[in-house]
């Protein structure tokens, strides 16, 4: 497998974001009611090689600042909102994202997660737990499933999927999925951020 290039020129650009956060667009905000901002580590996305810790690491700070910033601006509106920060284990360079939501999507994003795994099994890895920023952060980790329908697999399920942790899961029309765990997933949030649930 060819190892992806250009450790240092991300390593700079990451750092340059850093210091220069993406503020969170209010009103688009406003508009579609959620609000993302993932990590662009560029050939990373699309490699199965691991991503180096260095870039890891920075690539974390970056989101913990946007994260800070975010969370400042969303305290100035009115709406109650859900903001949080998610580093996936697997998917880290396509999935890892800061998150913010209100009205029906603050909902859909509270209901997102719905099983946390216990702290003291799977704690936030201390290559993250350590940087700035990240001690100031309510964190759990969750497990990231996916549904997946018999009629897409006729000659049965993959054996790769029934390795994984998995389940049968039958909704209310009566169709039958396979949920198979597929990542892990740390969510952190500021205490106060966390909104009250409706009554």
Do not use: C
């Not at 859900?82 to 209901?111: N, T």
């Not at 029934?162 to 205490?191: C, N």
């Amino acid at each position: 497998m060819k190892k992806p290039r250009g450790t240092k020129r991300l390593l700079r650009s990451l750092e340059k974001q850093s210091a220069n956060v993406e503020q969170l667009d209010m009103s688009g905000l406003l508009r579609s009611k959620y609000s993302y901002r993932k990590l662009k580590l560029g050939q990373w996305h699309t490699t199965s090689a691991v991503v180096p810790l260095a870039i890891r690491q920075q690539a974390v700070g970056l989101l913990l600042a946007t994260m800070t910033h975010w969370h400042q601006q969303l305290q100035l509106q009115p709406e109650p909102f859900y903001s949080a920060l998610w580093i996936f284990e697997r998917e880290f360079a396509h999935s890892s994202q800061v998150v913010a939501g209100i009205k029906e999507r603050m909902e859909r994003y509270q209901q997102l997660f719905l099983v946390p795994e216990s702290e003291s099994v799977m704690p936030l890895p201390l290559t993250y737990r350590q940087l700035p920023g990240a001690d100031q952060l309510d964190w759990t980790s969750w497990q990231w499933e996916e549904g997946f329908e018999p009629e897409d697999f006729p000659n049965g399920w993959p054996s790769r999927m029934l390795r994984r942790p998995h389940r049968s899961y039958t909704d209310d029309t009566g169709r039958e999925f396979l949920i198979v765990q597929t990542d892990r997933v740390w969510v952190g949030s500021y205490p106060q951020a966390k909104p009250t649930p409706h009554p």
